[in-house]
């Protein structure tokens, strides 16, 4: 089982089509996925979940029970700011140490409306998987302009994203 994490809890993210639209293709790939949408996080999980709540709210527990369900995942990042959703880290940091996502192994796909495509987004999101003992992909997958190469039905209009889409989901079965 594959978790694609849509790296936001803004509500019908990009990062949430891009989920859909990588799980086709991991399913036409023969792979199980499921989808793990942090805008299902509970809107004050920051302070209901993490620190000394830790373990005690049921739907951020389910959320981050999902992890455990294989040992790989592909995060869907958009990037804000700079970097990479508040969100995303928060819920990082209310995963159990160690645990959580330590020993996993994950592809990243950066999404931006600008040209840089999540780079610097990716790269943060790097630094912060490495240290918490997850393998990450080298084949990092950066979509920029996203607001035009994302569709109305889901899909991508550029063949170049489509293509390293796929071969990122092909790489990461055999990592």
Same mark, same amino acid.
């Given at each position: 089982?594959?978790?694609?994490?849509?790296?936001?809890?803004?509500?019908? $993210?990009?990062?949430?089509?891009?989920?859909?639209?990588? #799980?086709?293709?991991?399913?036409?790939?023969?792979?199980?996925?499921?989808?793990?949408?942090? %805008?299902?996080?509970?809107?004050?999980?920051?302070?209901?979940?993490?620190?000394?709540?830790? &373990?005690?709210?049921?739907?951020?527990?389910?959320?981050?029970?999902?992890? @455990?369900?294989?040992?790989?995942?592909?995060?869907?990042?958009?990037?804000?700011?700079? $970097?990479?959703?508040?969100?995303?880290?928060?819920?990082?940091?209310?995963?159990?140490?160690?645990?959580?996502?330590? &020993?996993?192994?994950?592809?990243?796909?950066?999404?931006?409306? &600008?040209? +840089?495509? &999540?780079?610097? %987004?990716? %790269?943060?999101?790097?630094?912060?998987?490495?240290?918490?003992?997850?393998?990450?992909?080298? +084949?990092?997958? #950066?979509?920029?302009?996203?607001?035009?190469?994302?569709?109305? @039905?889901?899909?991508?209009?550029?063949?170049? $994203? +489509?293509?390293?889409?796929?071969? +990122?989901?092909?790489?990461?079965?055999?990592f």
């Amino acid at each position: 089982m594959i978790t694609l994490l849509a790296g936001t809890n803004r509500p019908n $993210s990009r990062a949430r089509r891009i989920a859909n639209y990588y #799980r086709t293709i991991l399913t036409e790939l023969g792979a199980e996925s499921q989808i793990l949408d942090l %805008a299902a996080l509970p809107a004050d999980f920051i302070t209901s979940a993490l620190y000394d709540n830790a &373990g005690r709210h049921p739907e951020f527990n389910r959320l981050a029970t999902m992890l @455990d369900a294989g040992p790989k995942l592909v995060i869907i990042t958009p990037e804000y700011n700079g $970097s990479f959703p508040g969100a995303l880290k928060a819920f990082i940091d209310g995963l159990p140490y160690p645990g959580g996502i330590w &020993g996993k192994k994950a592809a990243l796909v950066g999404l931006s409306s &600008g040209g +840089q495509g &999540g780079l610097l %987004a990716m %790269a943060h999101l790097t630094d912060v998987l490495m240290y918490l003992g997850t393998a990450v992909l080298p +084949q990092r997958v #950066r979509l920029p302009f996203i607001n035009k190469d994302l569709n109305e @039905d889901d899909g991508l209009n550029l063949e170049l $994203s +489509q293509q390293l889409l796929r071969e +990122q989901a092909t790489a990461l079965l055999a990592f």
